[in-house]
């Protein structure tokens, strides 16, 4: 499941059809027309829409349409970027996350980092089992470890704090 924000809320299955759908929290479906690689005539409930597809910024997951001739500025945000927001270490540049926080109860199978390490953004923390999946926890920004606040092998509740930043 995708979630797609702009001036509306969009989720979207990669495994569904994607002219079907949540805009904000109600159903909908779309007759979707290619016109080309980067166009699209677009139809709902009667009303129809010219969308082309102007770019893509990877780096901040965010896409650029224009609908209609307006210029729109959406962002994607994937399961993980989700769960991220959910554990409060997500956010823009103005936000700094000081503490990794355990997603949700389970058992620490690896550490990847130590105090004092400066990490990267996208560096892989610790690695986390929890019903019976391996979830590496990675790094949303640059920064340095203040502590590291488990060991392998230890049991933990959602909301426990793994790892501090300086």
Do not use: C
């Not at 000081?98 to 109860?105: D, E, I, R, S």
């Amino acid at each position: 499941m995708y979630k797609i924000a702009g001036k509306n809320s969009f989720e979207v299955s990669p495994e569904a059809n994607a002219a079907e759908g949540l805009l904000d929290g109600t159903y909908y479906k779309l007759d979707v027309e290619k016109i080309d690689s980067r166009t699209w005539h677009i139809l709902k409930e009667y009303k129809s829409y010219y969308v082309q597809w102007v770019e893509r910024a990877e780096d901040s997951k965010t896409f650029t349409l224009k609908i209609n001739g307006q210029t729109m500025v959406l962002e994607a945000k994937d399961q993980y970027d989700l769960l991220l927001e959910k554990m409060g270490i997500a956010g823009g540049a103005s936000s700094k996350a000081t503490k990794l926080k355990a997603p949700m109860p389970g058992k620490v199978l690896e550490i990847m980092v130590e105090t004092g390490q400066e990490i990267a953004k996208g560096e892989g923390l610790l690695i986390l089992e929890a019903m019976k999946m391996e979830n590496m926890l990675k790094s949303e920004q640059d920064g340095i470890v203040k502590s590291v606040n488990v060991s392998v092998g230890d049991a933990v509740e959602k909301n426990n704090v793994l790892i501090e930043f300086e």
